[in-house]
T-cell receptor
Framework: GESVGLHLPTLSVQEGDNSIINCAYS??????FIWYKQESGKGPQFIID?????DKRQGQRVTVLLNKTVKHLSLQIAATQPGDSAVYFC?????????????FGKGTHLIIQP | ETGVTQSPTHLIKTRGQQVTLRCSSQ?????VSWYQQALGQGPQFIFQ???????GRGNFPPRFSGLQFPNYSSELNVNALELDDSALYLC???????????????FGSGTRLTVV
C-alpha cells in the first residue's frame, strides 16, 4: 500500500550547521503533512505542519517545504543545536471524509556533532 | 493546561493474556487516537474515538479494541497477546470538528508493552 517514507535513516551534522531532513510520500490524496520530533523515551512532539495549498511554511528555526509535483517534503532546521538530536518523523493525512489517522514514515535519526 | 498522560509507563505480559492501557486526553480535546510503535519504526494508527465511538480504524485485528469515556479519556484493550504486540503504545488527543481530521495532535509519552 501507499505509505510515507524517508530517504536517510541517519543524518549527522555539525553543531551550528543547517539540517535538511527529507521525506517522500506516495499517497496523492494526502493533503496535510506534519513533522514530529521524538526523543528517547518520549512521545512524538509536534514541530510544524503544512497543508497542500501551501509550498512553504516557516516556524522558529524550522522551515517545511512541500513539492507536490514530486511528492516530496523536507524539514530544514537552522543553526542546529545539541537539543535537536532526536528521531524526526514526517506524517501525512487526508482531510475530510473521516478519521483515517496519521500515516508515519520510519524516521530519520538526527545526530549533532560538537 | 495538562498534556496527554498515559499509564502505566511500562508493562510486561505473557503471551495469551489481555492488557488494558489508559490515556487521559489534553484539556479541551474531544478526540483520542491510539498508535502502535514498534522499535525503530514510525507509529502506526490503530483507531480513533470521538464522542465515545470508534470513528476510524487502521489495519489492526478486532482483538485490539478501545473505549472513550465522557471525560474524553480512553482505554486500549488488547486480547490474546502475541509476541509481536510488544511495542510502544501511544495515545494522541486532539480537537476534531465533527470527529474528522484534526489539525493538532498532542501525544503522550506512551506505554512500553513487552509480551513474553
Amino acid at each position: 500500500g501507499e505509505s510515507v517514507g524517508l530517504h536517510l535513516p541517519t543524518l549527522s551534522v555539525q553543531e551550528g550547521d543547517n539540517s535538511i531532513i527529507n521525506c517522500a510520500y506516495s499517497n496523492s490524496a494526502s493533503d496535510y503533512f506534519i513533522w514530529y520530533k521524538q526523543e528517547s523515551g518520549k512521545g512524538p512532539q509536534f514541530i510544524i505542519d503544512i497543508r497542500s495549498n501551501m509550498d512553504k511554511r516557516q516556524g522558529q528555526r524550522v522551515t517545511v517545504l512541500l513539492n507536490k509535483t514530486v511528492k516530496h517534503l523536507s524539514l530544514q532546521i537552522a543553526a542546529t543545536q545539541p537539543g535537536d538530536s532526536a528521531v524526526y518523523f514526517c506524517a501525512e493525512a487526508i482531510s475530510g471524509g473521516g478519521a483515517d489517522g496519521l500515516t508515519f514514515g520510519k524516521g530519520t535519526h538526527l545526530i549533532i556533532q560538537p | 493546561e495538562t498534556g496527554v498522560t498515559q499509564s502505566p509507563t511500562h508493562l510486561i505480559k505473557t503471551r495469551g493474556q489481555q492488557v488494558t492501557l489508559r490515556c487521559s486526553s489534553q484539556s479541551g480535546h474531544n478526540t483520542v487516537s491510539w498508535y502502535q510503535q514498534a522499535l525503530g519504526q514510525g507509529p502506526q494508527f490503530i483507531f480513533q474515538y470521538y464522542r465515545e465511538e470508534e470513528n476510524g480504524r487502521g489495519n489492526f485485528p478486532p482483538r485490539f479494541s478501545g473505549l472513550q469515556f465522557p471525560n474524553y479519556s480512553s482505554e486500549l484493550n488488547v486480547n490474546a497477546l502475541e509476541l509481536d504486540d510488544s511495542a510502544l503504545y501511544l495515545c494522541a488527543s486532539s480537537l476534531a470538528p465533527l470527529g474528522g481530521l484534526s489539525y493538532g495532535y498532542t501525544f503522550g509519552s506512551g506505554t512500553r508493552l513487552t509480551v513474553v
